[in-house]
């Protein structure tokens, strides 16, 4: 998760690219991180949950951005 706002908040402007080469930038606070063909395989299961948790939110009259 947080993996997807780094890369939003980031100048690169492809997924892949962002992962190779800025992410390595913050490769000591990413210490088990996946390589990006796992990444890429999560990514689903990652979006569900985002999912359920805006639904959750807007159940409690909660903004979610």
Known sequence: MVVKLLYHLSPCANFKYFYHDYLQLYRAE?????????????KPRIMSQT???????????????
């Open 51 to 65: 999912y359920f948790k805006k639904q959750s939110f807007q159940g409690l009259g909660l903004a979610f951005a």
């Open 30 to 42: 990413f210490l088990n991180l996946v390589s990006y063909n796992r990444f890429v395989d999560l």
